[in-house]
């Protein structure tokens, strides 16, 4: 418990950090939709558009709720009807399909920084696609699972795992959403690189946070994030 607390914590001060950073108390964004902040040297910076500021905020937030379901998840592993199941191999081959989207939509970002519609396009095209068998391949350890009969009310450990990698999904999905809508975009004749940059950044930023929760899932049902906490309970005490 005390590792989850100071997660949420570190996420906290990460958050109260950053939005202080941009003085947010004058609330610019209200007038132009985004700060501009000057430097140290009191040469203005680039504005920061609201949407990115809005973006870390809701980072925050889903950081929490799945920090809580993880805390649920280890106070519930106490209990004598506890007993765990298998990990599908899938989830390796899903779990590079993810990591590999991560690292396309960073290509894709800095492609759109330089302006190389050429190489942005195939960049966007490849982190959507991964992403999408990184979902289908979900679905897929789901069936798995359950034709060997670890149904979801068979006993906590299954409904665990399928709420966490479901919640999980469900954000992937979200950026999806965002993603296609982008990469459509992208293949417009009469788009300019400028106008997909802020839309390109949002989602690599979006593919790396969700790409860390799922490692740290993966890390928890293969039993791996176990060690870790006995190791901190260890150091703590």
């Known amino acids: 418990m005390n590792v989850i607390l100071l997660f949420l914590a570190t996420i906290a001060a990460i958050i109260i950090w950053w939005l202080a950073g941009q003085r947010l108390t004058s609330k610019p964004w209200l007038e132009t939709g985004s700060v501009q902040l000057p430097d140290r040297h009191g040469i203005d910076r680039p504005p920061v558009p609201a949407v990115k500021i809005g973006l870390f905020v809701f980072l925050g937030v889903v950081g929490a709720i799945f920090s809580l379901a993880v805390s649920a998840y280890?106070?519930?592993?106490?209990?004598?009807?506890?007993?765990?199941?298998?990990?599908?191999?899938?989830?390796?081959?899903?779990?590079?399909?993810?990591?590999?989207?991560?690292?396309?939509?960073?290509?894709?970002?800095?492609?759109?920084?330089?302006?190389?519609?050429?190489?942005?396009?195939?960049a966007l095209v490849t982190g959507l696609a991964l992403a999408v068998f990184f979902?289908?391949?979900?679905?897929?350890?789901?069936?798995?699972?359950?034709?060997?009969?670890?149904?979801?009310?068979?006993?906590?450990?299954?409904?665990?795992?399928?709420?966490?990698?479901?919640?999980?999904?469900?954000?992937?999905?979200?950026?999806?959403?965002?993603?296609?809508?982008?990469?459509?975009?992208?293949f417009s004749a009469d788009v300019q690189p400028e106008k997909l940059r802020l839309s390109v950044d949002l989602s690599a930023i979006y593919s790396h946070f969700m790409l860390a929760v799922w490692l740290l899932l993966f890390a928890l049902f293969a039993g791996w994030a176990n060690d870790f906490v006995d190791l901190c309970r260890t150091l703590l005490n």
Do not use: C
């Open 74 to 122: 280890f106070m519930r592993m106490a209990s004598a009807d506890w007993w765990g199941m298998p990990i599908p191999r899938l989830l390796w081959v899903n779990t590079a399909a993810l990591a590999l989207s991560s690292a396309a939509l960073q290509w894709a970002k800095r492609e759109a920084q330089h302006g190389r519609m050429e190489s942005l396009r195939p």
């Open 135 to 186: 979902l289908v391949g979900q679905i897929q350890a789901w069936r798995e699972l359950t034709a060997a009969g670890y149904v979801l009310a068979d006993n906590p450990a299954n409904s665990f795992f399928y709420m966490l990698t479901g919640l999980h999904g469900l954000h992937i999905l979200g950026g999806l959403a965002v993603l296609a809508h982008t990469t459509v975009r992208a």
